[in-house]
């Protein structure tokens, strides 16, 4: 089993940045992709970035791109989202998620709250 442990979040003024982060633990030699999503109010959880867990193959959703940075610490077994120039349409809950194998995603974190303020 892997746990997944988000952090970081919280309010930001439009404009701003923050970094989250995604503390894995447990069997984390298992662990193949990692992914961030995200969960507005009323709307469905969608892909933000992810890739490997080695930090290959990152890809990033439209909305992302440019804006959004995936990154790693290997020694922790944490991955950060780095989001900048962050706009109310950005609040949601963040969600990271890991899979054994590729196209699937066996585990999630329990998410942290961003809220993005005009």
């Known amino acids: 089993q892997v746990q997944l442990v988000e952090s970081g979040g919280g309010l930001v003024q439009a404009g701003g940045s923050l970094t989250l982060s995604c503390a894995a633990s447990?069997?984390?030699?298992?662990?193949?992709?990692m992914a961030w999503f995200r969960q507005a109010p009323g709307k469905e959880r969608e892909f933000v970035a992810g890739?490997?867990?080695?930090?290959?193959?990152?890809r990033y959703s439209d909305f992302a791109e440019g804006r959004f940075t995936i990154s790693g610490n290997n020694a922790r077994s944490t991955r950060y989202l780095r989001m900048n120039n962050l706009t109310p349409e950005d609040t949601a809950v963040y969600f990271c998620a890991a899979g054994i194998t590729k196209g699937r995603w066996d585990f999630w974190g329990q998410g942290t709250q961003v809220t993005v303020s005009s």
């Open positions: 447990g069997r984390t030699s298992s662990i193949y992709t």
């Open positions: 890739g490997l867990w080695s930090g290959h193959g990152i």
